[in-house]
């Protein structure tokens, strides 16, 4: 199955740019997370990059010898090679990873399971995409374990070019390890001051620190040697 190449992901290109600064303590904590630490002469994927942003960054703390990113919004690819400057990764617009088998020793993907309305393909793919012994790090914070999911899903879906799925933590672990990965997992508990809005989109100051310290989590998934 095939999806239709979008513009942007985000109804909205302006929330784009928002997201890069959102994400950033999402990408600083699963950098800090992985127990890969030197990714010297190593390959790394992005599933669902939009502009680069998680690339980037791991580049600077853990320099890789390629990268490749994916999403099927052709507008953000477009930026995000734009702004790959000396970083050894490129970006395309794709929504599967045909002809990748075998390829990558590590895997990644940051807020993007929640958008994918097959998971058991999708960890297959992954899987497939991966060396023996590669691992696919997914961090994920829209699902039905979220306590503020319902409201947060009604406020999403209007601002999503792409049908919003509802998954429960319980669904990604069914499906990776049903693709043959061995599944770990732990919440981000992020150590660093998080933005706080004062639209109440996330819930308030109580539920925004549970957020970021017990319900965002980040899966591990090894593809056994
Ligand atoms: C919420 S955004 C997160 C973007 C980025 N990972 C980050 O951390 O900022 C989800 C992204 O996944 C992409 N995406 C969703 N489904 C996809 C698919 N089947 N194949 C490739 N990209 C996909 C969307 O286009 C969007 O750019």
């Not at 239709?4 to 740019?17: G, I, Q, R, V």
């Not at 999402?26 to 992985?34: E, H, K, Q, V």
């Not at 970083?87 to 390829?103: S, Y």
């Not at 992020?190 to 989590?217: C, N, Q, R």
């Amino acid at each position: 199955m095939s999806i239709t190449p979008l513009k942007t992901w985000a109804t909205d290109p302006a929330e784009e740019d928002a997201m890069n600064h959102e994400h950033g303590p999402f990408w600083r904590r699963m950098i800090a997370l992985m127990v890969e630490r030197d990714l010297f002469g190593k390959s790394v994927l992005d599933f669902g990059c939009s502009q680069g942003g998680l690339l980037r960054l791991l580049y600077h703390s853990h320099s890789y010898a390629e990268a490749l990113g994916v999403d099927l919004a052709a507008d953000s690819v477009a930026r995000a090679n734009a702004l790959a400057g000396p970083v050894p990764a490129r970006f395309e617009v794709r929504d599967n990873l045909a002809g990748l088998e075998g390829r990558f020793d590590v895997a990644l993907s940051q807020e993007v399971l929640y958008l994918l309305p097959d998971l058991d393909r999708h960890a297959r793919e992954i899987h497939a995409c991966l060396k023996p012994g590669g691992v696919y790090y997914a961090g994920i914070g829209c699902h039905t374990d979220n306590p503020e999911w319902p409201r947060w899903r009604a406020l999403i879906e209007p601002r999503s070019n792409l049908p919003v799925q509802s998954y429960s933590l319980d669904d990604f672990n069914r499906a990776f390890a049903g693709a043959g990965f061995k599944v770990y997992a732990q919440q981000y508990r992020i150590d660093e001051f998080v933005p706080l809005s004062d639209d109440g989109v996330m819930g308030g100051v109580a539920a925004t620190l549970h957020y970021y310290d017990a319900v965002k989590t980040l899966f591990r998934c090894i593809k056994q040697a």
